[in-house]
C-alpha cells in the first residue's frame, strides 16, 4: 500500500510536467523550476509533506544532515496522496494536509482538508540564497512564512534569555511559554537548547531540517529564519488526522515522534530519585553515601560521579587513583540502593592525555581540539579504544555527556568538524556524540536502555536512547525556580519529553546560601517538591556550609587540573533534622508515582508525546488556560502546582472546565472544574497536586 501510494504521487506528478515550469523526475519525488528555485515536495509521514528547496541547476545534496528519517507507518496509517494541477500550479494531497505550489512565483501554502483551514503560507520572494561565509560549496538562505497570528505557537526548545558569566547563569530571564516577539539564536550554549520545532495550538507543527547556525524571529504569526551555512532548505510540516479535532495536539507530536524518530523507552529504574553532586572525589565517598542512604531504606534509581574523575581529560578513563576498581565500585552502588553508576565525560581531548595522539591520527578531533564524533569511523574508534574497556566492561553504561554545547563540542561557526563547518551542521555535533555512546551501550552481549544525561541535543536526539536534557548551572535563587516551570514544558512541547534541572539550582557561581541557611532550607524543599514532578528526578549542585574530610594537600584525587576538590554535600540528610523528613517524603511519592510514570514513559515512546503539559494541552478549548504557564499536567492525569515564592503557605490553581479533581493529600477534597481559581493551602511540606478524575 505504501508503494503504491508513492506510486501515486509520483504518477500525478509527473502529469504536472505540461504545466510547471521546467520539472524533473528525481528518485524521491518531482523537482519542479519555480521562481528561480527547484522545489521538492515530497509525502513525509502521515499527514505530512517534506519541503526541500534550492537554486535551480544545484544537484540534491543526499547526504545534507539532518534528523529527518524515513517513515515506517503500520499499515492502517498508509493515506491515499493525490495531485491536482491547473495553469498556475499544483495541489497535492497527503491525508489531512494539502500543499500548494504557485509555478511563477514559488509561493507554498499549506491547508487542512478537513477545514481548510490556512496553516502556513510562504509568500512569493518567501525564501532566497546568497553566498555563505564559510565559502563553497555551502550557500546562506532566509525562509518566510506566516501564519494567523491567533495561532499560537510553541516550541523552538529550552531558552532562556541569559547570559552566562563565568559558567553560571545571572538574572534568569525565562521567555514566555508562548512563542511571540521573539528572535531566537539557532545555535546551542549554555542555558539555550534550541530546536527548530513549531506547534500551532491551531494543529499543525513545522519543522527545520537544516542543522547549522542561524536564527529565527517570531512576530505575530510573521517567522522569519535565517541560515548561515546549507546545501539546500529542507523543512517539514504536518497537522491533525481529519478525523480529530484540530485542536487535538496529538496527531501533531505523534507525527513529528514518526518523522525524526520515537523516544526510547525510559526504562522503570530511571524514574526514580538520581543522586549527584560536584563532586565524589574518589570510590570511598560515593559507597559512603550509597551506605548511608542503605540505612535510611532510601532506594536510587542512578549515583552520578560528577567531572574531573579522569587524571586528564581525554583519557577516556576513570583516575584509578581515585577509582581503583571502577567494577567494584558499581557493583556496590547497585548493591546499596539499586543505582546505576553514571560518569561524567567531556569532549575535551587535552595534548598530553591518552587519547590525543590516537584521535589526531586518524583526524577524529575538532578544528578546536574536541572529539568528532560526526562520522562512523571516529564513533567506533572512541568506542574501541577507550569507552568500551574503560566504562562498558566495569559495568558503567550511563553518561553524564556535559559541555555539550557551543564552544565546546564543535566549537562555533568557525570550527570545522569531518560533517563540514560549525555553521553548517553544529547541532548535529551533540546528537552524534550521544550515538556514539548509546550505540557502545548497545552493542553489549546484554545491555539496558541506554540511559544519556546531556546539557545540549538537537531534534531526533531521543531517538538515540533515553536520552535526558537539563537546564545546566543554574542559580539557587527562588526566580531560578520559577522559571524553571515553564522551561520544562517548553522542552517537552519542542519534542525533548525527558527533561530535568538541578534540584536547589547549581548554587553559582559560589552558593550565597550554606546549607543551614533558612533561605536555602525553604529552596531545597520547594525545589525537591517541583523536581518530584518533573519527568526526571534529580539533585545536584555546589553546596556550602559543610566541610567535606580533608584530603592530603598532594593528593591526585584534589589536585591536578582543576583544582578537582569538591563542594559540600548535597544529599538529603545534607540540610538539618527538619528538613529531611520533608525530602524523604517526596522520595517516598516518587516511588508510589512510578506504575504512573511508567505508563507515561511507554506513551511517550510509542507517540512521543510531550510529558509536562501546559493546561491547555488536555483542555485546548478553554481560553483561560492559554496563559497559565506556573502549573502543568504531568502525563495526562496529574496536575501539578510548584510553590516557586518564598515565604509562600498557599497558592493560587486553576481547576479547567470538563473534569473534576481529586486532592493527592486529601481524598475527601475533590474539586468540580468550572474554570476557577481557587486559593489552596501549600505550608511547608506540601506540593498543591490534584489528579484528574
Known amino acids: 500500500a505504501a508503494m503504491a501510494g508513492m ?21 524521491e519525488g518531482l523537482w519542479v523550476t519555480a521562481a528561480g528555485a527547484e522545489v521538492q515536495v515530497t509525502p513525509w509521514c502521515a499527514d505530512s509533506f517534506r519541503v526541500r528547496i534550492g537554486p535551480s541547476g544545484r544537484s540534491d545534496e543526499a547526504s545534507a544532515p539532518g534528523a529527518l528519517i524515513p517513515c515506517t507507518p503500520s499499515s492502517s496509517d498508509v493515506q491515499t496522496t493525490t495531485t491536482t494541477w491547473g495553469p498556475s500550479g499544483a495541489v497535492a494531497r497527503n491525508g489531512n494536509l494539502a500543499v500548494s505550489i504557485d509555478n511563477t512565483t514559488g509561493a507554498i501554502a499549506f491547508t487542512r482538508q478537513s477545514d481548510g483551514a490556512a496553516l502556513i503560507t510562504v509568500p512569493a520572494g518567501g525564501f532566497a540564497f546568497a553566498p555563505a561565509h564559510v565559502g563553497q560549496p555551502f550557500l546562506s538562505a532566509t525562509l518566510n512564512w506566516s501564519t494567523a497570528p491567533e495561532n499560537r505557537l510553541y516550541g523552538l526548545g529550552e531558552l532562556e534569555d541569559t547570559p552566562s558569566t563565568g559558567g553560571c547563569d545571572k538574572d534568569p530571564k525565562g521567555f514566555p511559554l508562548r512563542r ?18 513549531l506547534y500551532s495550538a491551531s494543529g499543525f507543527g513545522f519543522f527545520l531540517n537544516n542543522p547549522g547556525s542561524g536564527a529565527v524571529t517570531v512576530k505575530q504569526g510573521q517567522v522569519s529564519f535565517r541560515l548561515d551555512a546549507l546545501h539546500q532548505l529542507d523543512f517539514w510540516v504536518t497537522t491533525t488526522k481529519s478525523t480529530s479535532s484540530p485542536l487535538q495536539a496529538h496527531d501533531v507530536y505523534q507525527n513529528y515522534a514518526d518523522a525524526v524518530g520515537r523516544p526510547g523507552l525510559m526504562p522503570d529504574h530511571a524514574l526514580g530519585f538520581w543522586q549527584s553532586r560536584l563532586r565524589y572525589r574518589n570510590s570511598t565517598e560515593a559507597i559512603g553515601v550509597a551506605e548511608r542512604y542503605h540505612a535510611l531504606n532510601q532506594s536510587l534509581s542512578v549515583q552520578v560521579i560528577d567531572f574531573f574523575n579522569q587524571k586528564i581529560d581525554g583519557d577516556f578513563e576513570m583516575n584509578p587513583l581515585c577509582y581503583p576498581n571502577v567494577t567494584e565500585l558499581t557493583s556496590q ?58 566504562y562498558l566492561q566495569h559495568g558503567v553504561d550511563a553518561f ?19 560533517c563540514g563547518p560549525g555553521a553548517f551542521c553544529s547541532r548535529i555535533w551533540a546528537n552524534t556524540w550521544i550515538q556514539l555512546f548509546a550505540d557502545g551501550v548497545t552493542s553489549q552481549p546484554k545491555y539496558r536502555e541506554p540511559l544519556v544525561l546531556t546539557r545540549g541535543l538537537w531534534a531526533g536526539a531521543q531517538r538515540l536512547g533515553a536520552v535526558v536534557l537539563w537546564s545546566s548551572d543554574i542559580y539557587s535563587t527562588f526566580e531560578e525556580l520559577e522559571a524553571q516551570v515553564p522551561e520544562g514544558m517548553a522542552a517537552s512541547l519542542s519534542g525533548v519529553p525527558w527533561w530535568t534541572t538541578d534540584v ?30 518533573c519527568p526526571i528526578f534529580r539533585t545536584h549542585g555546589c553546596r556550602a556550609g559543610q566541610v567535606l574530610p580533608p584530603m592530603p594537600a598532594d593528593s591526585p584525587c584534589i589536585s591536578g587540573q582543576g583544582p578537582q576538590g569538591s563542594c559540600g554535600p548535597n544529599e538529603i540528610w545534607s540540610y538539618g533534622p527538619t528538613v529531611q523528613p520533608v525530602l524523604e517524603k517526596y522520595l517516598d511519592f516518587r516511588r508510589q508515582l512510578l506504575p504512573y510514570l511508567h505508563d507515561m514513559a511507554l506513551n511517550v515512546s510509542r507517540s512521543g508525546t510531550p510529558t509536562m503539559r501546559p493546561m491547555w494541552y488536555e483542555f485546548p478549548n478553554d481560553s483561560a488556560a492559554v496563559d497559565i504557564q506556573d502549573q502543568f499536567l504531568l502525563g495526562t492525569s496529574l496536575l501539578c502546582a510548584p510553590v516557586v515564592k518564598q515565604g509562600a503557605t498557599s497558592r493560587n490553581v ?35 497536586l490534584y489528579w484528574r478524575l
Not at 511571540?180 to 520545532?197: A, E, G, M, R
Not at 598530553?352 to 591520527?361: E, F, P
Not at 493527592?664 to 474554570?675: A, L, Y
Open 7 to 27: 506510486a501515486a504521487v509520483l504518477g500525478v506528478l509527473v502529469a504536472l510536467l505540461g504545466s510547471l515550469a521546467s520539472p524533473c523526475l528525481a528518485s
Open 180 to 197: 511571540d516577539d521573539i528572535t531566537v539564536d539557532l545555535s546551542t550554549h549554555k542555558f539555550h537548547v534550541s530546536i527548530p520545532f
Open 333 to 390: 552502588l547497585a548493591s546499596l540502593t539499586g543505582a546505576r553508576t553514571m560518569v561524567s565525560l567531556w569532549p575535551d581531548v587535552k595534548p598530553l592525555s591518552k587519547g590525543y595522539s590516537v584521535l589526531k591520527a586518524h583526524g577524529c578531533l575538532t578544528k578546536h581540539g574536541q572529539v568528532d564524533p560526526t562520522t562512523a569511523d571516529c564513533r567506533q574508534l572512541v568506542l574501541d579504544k577507550f569507552v568500551t574497556k574503560n
Open 400 to 418: 553524564w555527556l556535559d559541555e555539550t554545547d557551543l564552544g565546546v563540542g564543535l566549537g562555533g561557526p568557525d570550527d570545522v568538524a569531518r
Open 504 to 533: 536547589g539550582g547549581f548554587g553559582c557561581p559560589t552558593s550565597p546560601y550554606n546549607n543551614t541557611d533558612p533561605y536555602f532550607q525553604e529552596l531545597i524543599v520547594r525545589w525537591y517538591q517541583f523536581g518530584a514532578v
Open 654 to 688: 486553576y481547576f479547567p472546565a470538563g473534569a473534576s479533581w481529586r486532592n493527592h493529600w486529601n481524598t475527601t477534597d475533590v474539586v468540580i472544574g468550572q474554570g476557577q481559581t481557587l486559593l489552596v493551602d501549600a505550608p511547608i511540606d506540601i506540593l498543591p
